[in-house]
């Protein structure tokens, strides 16, 4: 049986998050796979994505993974990062497109009109190292307060329920960038490019018995 299934729809940034979770678990049996049979038989599944939120829904029906990662979602350790967050949500901004649903609410853009304290023109894709702002969850173990983790989008979640919420980021205002519910948690950073403190949070992931 398969440790951990790392979901390929194609749009993915596999190869980096592959390499991350072989650091952190080097004796698992990882695996990055579009096969429905071996995602829905490994002990965890991570979701990673990247690109617009059409393409990612269009490939993900395409080759068939639809049912098989809302299973997942709903049954066993998830981890969804980046696009894999915004895919879980009701609907996206991003070409008007409806996600999966597994979670209630909106993805919606970042306004090309963002401005931080000074005045200062923003830029949109939010892009760079970020503090993030965390609850008190498991997967959050070991990592500071406030602790730097790397982003890279034009999109964020809005949940219609605030519980689920586990971290939020200023850009210049608080926007939403983790959630989790029972054994789902899913983040919009990149933890496996995010340095010292993504590899804890895979780690704990990897860790995690939600029960």
Avoid at 7 to 30: C, F, H, I, T
Avoid at 190 to 196: C, D, G, Q, Y
Wanted: charged share 20%; with cysteine.
């Amino acid at each position: 049986m398969v440790d951990v299934a790392i979901v390929d729809y194609g749009m993915g940034n596999l190869r980096s998050v592959y390499q991350a979770v072989r650091k952190v678990a080097p004796l698992l049996d990882v695996r990055v796979t579009d096969d429905a049979k071996i995602i829905a038989s490994a002990q965890r599944v991570i979701f990673p994505g990247q690109g617009a939120m059409p393409d990612c829904m269009r490939e993900l029906d395409a080759r068939g993974l639809r049912q098989t990662v809302l299973d997942a979602a709903r049954n066993k350790p998830f981890l969804g990062i980046c696009i894999g967050l915004q895919m879980l949500f009701e609907h996206s901004a991003e070409g008007n497109v409806p996600g999966l649903g597994v979670l209630s609410g909106e993805v919606l853009r970042f306004d090309a009109k963002l401005k931080d304290a000074q005045g200062n023109k923003l830029k949109v894709p939010h892009m760079g190292w970020n503090q993030v702002k965390h609850n008190h969850h498991t997967l959050w173990s070991g990592i500071a307060q406030d602790a730097r983790f790397y982003f890279v989008h034009s999109y964020y979640v809005q949940p219609r329920e605030t519980s689920g919420v586990q971290a939020t980021t200023d850009y210049p205002q608080p926007f939403v960038c983790a959630v989790a519910r029972d054994n789902l948690f899913a983040v919009q950073f990149h933890p496996e490019k995010s340095a010292a403190a993504g590899l804890q949070l895979l780690q704990n992931f990897i860790n995690w018995n939600p029960v």
